[in-house]
């Protein structure tokens, strides 16, 4: 597994760069300071699991590296690690196509949580979101469901409709003939595009399409 950890703190760098390494088997962990540096890395090295991304970064802020990885790397999941327990961060970050978000005070084995739950097909959303804090709107993001599953390609479509009808990854991928990476990359493609949080939203919005 290899993962990209993106943060101008370097004590926080190796900090938590030693703790995956050790609570994940064959994690080998990059490490960047700066959004920049990060994209370069990721241009050397294509088969990147994940990236986790500090929101408040010099240079290109957060948000925006967040739409920049989406547009340049869309297979590769970003988890944002922040600082800011704002649930209006939260909701910007998941709308700006982030897979997941883990507040800086959330415990390591959280992190290691966040990243498997996505790394598996899924959305991390925090408690502090999901328990629904004023103005958050329940927690989605806030642009939810707005993109057409037009958006999607032919094989996208066809793993959005085996999603639907309840299949998991693996599954998915014995009946279209793919791996298991190669669903989980379509899956959170599906997701970014449609800028949806879970399978059910992104199974509603194929009905609603007539997909099913």
Do not use: W
């Not at 993106?6 to 490490?31: C, K, M, T, Y």
């Not at 959004?35 to 802020?61: I, N, R, T, V």
């Not at 409709?161 to 791996?179: D, F, P």
């Amino acid at each position: 597994m290899k993962l990209l950890l993106i943060d101008d703190h370097p004590v926080v760098r190796q900090g938590l760069s030693a703790f995956l390494e050790r609570n994940l088997e064959d994690a080998s962990v990059f490490l960047a300071g700066s959004c920049e540096e990060a994209l370069a890395l990721a241009a050397d090295h294509k088969d990147l699991d994940l990236a986790f991304l500090d929101l408040m970064m010099p240079g290109l802020g957060g948000f925006d590296a967040i739409k920049l990885f989406g547009s340049q790397y869309p297979a590769l999941p970003v988890i944002v690690l922040s600082s800011s327990e704002d649930p209006l961060d939260v909701r910007r970050a998941l709308a700006c196509g982030a897979l997941g978000y883990v507040p800086k005070s959330a415990s390591p084995q959280t992190i290691v949580s966040a990243l498997r739950l996505v790394l598996s097909g899924e959305i991390y959303v925090p408690p502090l979101v999901l328990l629904g804090a004023p103005g958050a709107g329940g927690g989605y993001p806030a642009k939810a469901g707005s993109a057409s599953v037009d958006e999607l390609t032919l094989r996208q479509k066809e793993v959005l409709v085996l999603l639907a009808r309840g299949m998991q990854n693996k599954e998915i991928g014995e009946s279209l003939g793919l791996a298991d990476k190669t669903v989980k990359t379509h899956v959170t493609a599906i997701f970014r595009t449609l800028r949806v949080i879970n399978r059910t939203q992104a199974a509603s919005l194929a009905r609603e399409a007539k997909l099913l």
